[in-house]
């Protein structure tokens, strides 16, 4: 538990910094929203590019992707059932909710936690595939389309998916890992500066969201975030747990797959939310609350599948 304690004090002691510096106002009134478009437009890209570059795609397109696709999805579609039947919420705030219940944080916390806890980084990676490739389109574009107020054709669609920074960016990333063609060094490092501001960028504006933000406090929002949040916690790691076995997964691959579903859900979507200007509260409260709580589900999964 050395590794999980070590992933989730790493990024809490950068949103504590995010916190004090909205605390002391160093970056004045739109410090959170400058960050939060930073990280969406300028660092994330070249951060889906560089870790997707790195990846073995061959490797990654196998049993687990299918744990995390259908793990993710079927979480999402019971969170969305009962927040469009049951709260009766709108289809933009449905589509994030979504989000909140089954995206986890593949990167600034799933990397570390596959490092020191799975001894393997790359048992990330068909999460994070699965989430770049597959997912992000996917909703991005179902946002795009629902707040722009158009219906959506083949043109629109992929002029969306053409024109959002983090598909292009993940889209030049597999393409790169899966040819083996990457820009000479000259040019990847200053990409990779340029990536090292993403993850750091998020941490920060969420650290700076939560200046005066008490979890739980807004009563519109409440039983959207009670709901993401037990989805996320114990419902995504479940499903996970049972497609594993039903595919045959065992020993290590069984328990990469459920604590890669166990992780909390990824402080970039709360990005999203301010972009789009939907659910922004439950996002970032999913986030704070899963943050939390996850370490804990992470123990009972490691005491139950020993």
Not at 20 to 49: D, K, M
Not at 135 to 161: C, E, K, Q
Not at 176 to 199: D, H, K, N, Q
Not at 245 to 274: D, F, I, K
């Amino acid at each position: 538990m050395s590794g999980v304690a070590s992933g989730f004090f790493i990024v809490w002691a950068v949103i504590g910094l995010g916190w004090v510096i909205g605390r002391l106002g160093v970056l004045g009134e739109n410090g959170q929203q400058v960050l939060s478009r930073l990280a969406f437009y300028v660092a994330s890209p070249p951060l889906l590019f560089t870790t997707l570059a790195q990846a073995d795609v061959r490797h990654v397109f196998s049993a687990p992707l299918l744990v995390a696709a259908g793990s993710a999805w079927l979480t999402m579609l019971g969170y969305g059932l009962v927040s469009r039947f049951a709260l009766h919420r709108d289809a933009a705030t449905v589509v994030m909710g979504s989000q909140a219940a089954g995206q986890v944080n593949s990167a600034n916390l799933g990397i570390p936690i596959a490092l020191f806890v799975l001894g393997d980084a790359s048992q990330v990676a068909p999460v994070m595939l699965f989430q770049l490739a597959l997912n992000s389109p996917l909703y991005l574009t179902a946002m795009d389309t629902i707040t722009g107020g158009r219906r959506p054709t083949v043109g629109s669609v992929l002029r969306t998916v053409v024109s959002n920074p983090l598909i292009v960016g993940s889209a030049l990333g597999i393409a790169a890992s899966a040819t083996g063609v990457t820009p000479p060094e000259l040019v990847m490092e200053p990409v990779r500066i340029v990536a090292g501001a993403a993850v750091p960028a998020m941490l920060l504006a969420f650290g700076i969201s939560l200046v005066g933000a008490r979890p739980l406090s807004a009563p519109g929002a409440r039983a959207d975030t009670l709901l993401a949040t037990g989805a996320k916690v114990l419902l995504h790691p479940a499903l996970a747990w049972g497609l594993a076995l039903s595919l045959g997964l065992t020993g290590p691959t069984l328990y990469a797959a459920v604590v890669m579903a166990a992780l909390p859900t990824a402080q970039n979507l709360y990005v999203a939310a301010v972009r789009y200007d939907r659910a922004t509260t439950v996002c970032r409260d999913t986030v704070l609350l899963t943050t939390v709580v996850s370490m804990l589900a992470m123990a009972g999964i490691a005491a139950f599948l020993s």
